[in-house]
T-cell receptor, first 114, second 113 residues
Framework: SQQGEEDPQALSIQEGENATMNCSYK?????LQWYRQNSGRGLVHLIL???NEREKHSGRLRVTLDTSKKSSSLLITASRAADTASYFC????WGGGATNKLIFGTGTLLAVQP | ETGVTQSPTHLIKTRGQQVTLRCSSQ?????VSWYQQALGQGPQFIFQ???????GRGNFPPRFSGLQFPNYSSELNVNALELDDSALYLC????????????FGPGTRLTVL
């Protein structure tokens, strides 16, 4: 089952505009991560935010986390055509293993028009 | 590039057959996790291997099994393939006790006819 739900499911913007994606999740977390996936290929890690952090930046990415609302947002500023991809949030969950397993949301498909 | 490799890239099998997918983890990583991603969905956790033993499993039947080798590479085996097993299979490597980030390979696209 999916832990998170991303909103919107799909987003189309023009190059140079900002893109905002939201993620909601159900259970308590240690951290939340955002990944990008191009055309059904492997996932690329973008950013990790811990449960005791509220905001984090990495280049053109800004992530916020509100644990009281169990939600996160990913902002991509000054978007480029190369940002076209699916974006997933993933929360950790204790899988009884050495590394927490990731539970992914359903993804947001971002299309940036040149 | 994450340094995680998977083979083969694509695979077509028929219902009832068995399949083995392979994953080489990133240098220095000792944990491999496998995920199944159906079309239009997010990846779902299958299981994780650490020190050559299964260490955590998702909601997948026993016909999904795996191995981890001393060099930390891993295999995913699926027996008695069903049509619904058609998906992208992703492996991710990480370091136990290290940062929580998992690094994903490019995936194997399995089609079951």
């Amino acid at each position: 089952s999916q832990q998170g739900e991303e909103d919107p499911q799909a987003l189309s913007i023009q190059e140079g505009e900002n893109a905002t994606m939201n993620c909601s999740y159900k259970t308590s977390i240690n951290n939340l991560q955002w990944y990008r996936q191009n055309s059904g290929r492997g996932l690329v890690h973008l950013i990790l935010i811990r449960s005791n952090e509220r905001e984090k930046h990495s280049g053109r990415l800004r992530v916020t986390l509100d644990t009281s609302k169990k939600s996160s947002s990913l902002l991509i500023t000054a978007s480029r055509a190369a940002d076209t991809a699916s974006y997933f949030c993933a929360t950790d969950a204790w899988g009884g293993g050495a590394t927490n397993k990731l539970i992914f949301g359903t993804g947001t498909l971002l299309a940036v028009q040149p | 590039e994450t340094g995680v490799t998977q083979s083969p890239t694509h695979l077509i099998k028929t219902r009832g057959q068995q399949v083995t997918l392979r994953c080489s983890s990133q240098s220095g990583h000792n944990t491999v996790s496998w995920y199944q991603q159906a079309l239009g969905q997010g990846p779902q956790f299958i299981f994780q291997y650490y020190r050559e033993e299964e260490n955590g499993r998702g909601n997948f039947p026993p016909r999904f099994s795996g191995l981890q080798f001393p060099n930390y590479s891993s295999e995913l085996n699926v027996n008695a393939l069903e049509l619904d097993d058609s998906a992208l299979y992703l492996c991710a490597s990480s370091l136990a006790g290290g940062p929580d980030t998992q690094y994903f390979g490019p995936g194997t696209r399995l089609t079951v006819l």
